[in-house]
């Protein structure tokens, strides 16, 4: 044993601050010079049926990408979240997987 072990501070934990959770996204400023929505104006739960400005928020699996990766603000993270799951409701854009919207090839569509 060692006499610096019975001492009072190393017998007794000293409570501290509580550990915050790291920092997801950029922060305010960074977001809002990045997040187009914030910077035109637009409010993205009106774009709910505007798939071609949410295909670029969902991953290839169908999810929603996080503030790290979009850049956006939180406010417009949540909108955005809640826009696609929308249009995922209607039918507007695929549930399960990101396949390219506006490209009709994969059907067999013949011209006459």
């Known amino acids: 044993i060692q006499p610096h072990r019975l001492a009072y501070k190393s017998v007794v934990k000293q409570r501290g601050r509580p550990p915050t959770r790291a920092q997801v996204g950029p ?3 960074e977001a809002q010079y990045k ?4 910077r035109l104006g637009v409010d993205p739960l009106k774009q709910a ?26 406010k417009n993270q949540r909108r955005v979240g809640k826009a696609i799951r929308r ?6 854009i ?12 994969h059907l067999n569509i013949s011209k006459k």
């Open 27 to 29: 922060s305010r400023r």
């Open 35 to 38: 997040d187009p929505f914030y």
């Open 49 to 74: 049926m505007n798939p071609a400005m949410l295909i670029p928020f969902v991953s290839e699996m169908g999810k929603v990408y996080g503030r790290n990766v979009t850049g956006l603000t939180k």
């Open 87 to 92: 249009a995922k409701m209607m039918g507007i």
């Open 94 to 105: 695929p549930i399960l997987s990101k396949r390219n919207i506006f490209q009709l090839s």
